[in-house]
């Protein structure tokens, strides 16, 4: 036997012995678990599973594991995905941590940095928010005003972020800021501080779907510690561009992340509309969810090409762009199908009468329409994929 066949096998294994089977089942959206300084375990079992999780260093399985990862190789790291996918496992953790800052960190950040940093993401101590976007600089986001002044020994930081997603919430921030006037990217850095620092104030945002999971953000005379910065001063730039890579390609996975919440449309399809020998009772939107579930299998065949060609060195720097803007689109039609299936059912909002999973429906919909903003508008990214791409001029 190979040795990832091996691998394979002891992984089913472990999983097998140490994921308990309520962690082997749909995750409502409330029982994820983002760790941080308080974090919350609305259901019992998940706090078992991630400390068995982050103990063998599996919440960050590719990281070296001297920064609490499990220094899996891309192989290995694809085997246990696919092994956590067969037996249905839910994430362990949620986290900016892992998904965006972290990959930054492995590569811009200080010795010090990273073994400060790194081990309490990997084991979901510490939560971070992003703050990217100002009221006037989204998707210019270089247009960004917030102010760091050098002052000897720290940075004062002063201005406003907004969409801050969980900024209430979190621990520590990751955020851009202005540090020269004169020129426009090259006048970024990249700052790391504690969100219980003197000056930071969140103050939520309400969305449509009624949660309110994102905050304006102010800073006023905030200290920041210059041993904060990560990478050059001014060079910000480039780790910001490379940490919105990750957070594209996170963003193209969410429609499988909602897809553990709300069951597949042809599921949903054949509850609302009926089963006729074996097949879904409408022909018109019988057709809409093949055609929806073949572009989802190609989508993730796609996926997992262009995984295989990463690890093999053949690097595609639209690919992110490519994902982003692909999964986001795709997940919006999901839930527009949806919503065609459930018909009334899924206009439910709080009144009796409806099944929990039919409160989730409408809400989700809403949500979903969020998807081709966050991370970069599908504008961006199709301006993104014409230049980097096709070679399009500007
Ligand atoms: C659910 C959600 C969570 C978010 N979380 C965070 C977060 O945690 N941290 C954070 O920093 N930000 C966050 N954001 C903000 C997000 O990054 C911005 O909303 C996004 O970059 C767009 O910026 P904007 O809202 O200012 O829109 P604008 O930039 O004002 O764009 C308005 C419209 O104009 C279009 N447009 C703009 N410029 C161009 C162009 N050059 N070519 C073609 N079309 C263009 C856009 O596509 C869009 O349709 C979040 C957003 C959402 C929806």
Known sequence: MSTLDDFRSDTRAWLEANCPPSMRTPMPEDERVWGGRQPSFKHPDSRLWLERMAARGWTVPSWPREFGGGGLDA????????????????SPLFSFGISMLGPVLLKYGTPAQKARHLPPIARGEIRWCQ???????????????????????HFLVNGQKIWTSYAHYADWIFCLVRTDTSVKQGGISFLLFDMTSGGVETRPITLISGASVFCETFFTDVRVPKENLVGRLNGGWEIAKELLQHERGMIAQIGRAIGGVVPDVDVIARQYLGDAQGRIADPILRDAVARHLMNDRAFALTVRRAGEESAAGVANGGVSSMFKYYGTEQNKRKFELILKLAGTRALGWEAPGFSADEL?????????KGNSIEGGTSEIQLNVIAKRVLGLPD
Do not use: F, K, V
């Open 75 to 90: 192989d290995q790291t694809q085997i246990l995905n696919g092994e956590m996918a067969r037996l249905r496992c839910r």
């Open 131 to 153: 703050g990217y976007s100002e009221p006037g600089a989204g998707s210019d986001l270089a247009a960004l005003a917030t102010r760091a002044e050098d002052r000897g020994d």
């Open 360 to 368: 989730t429906l409408c809400r989700s919909w809403l949500r979903s």
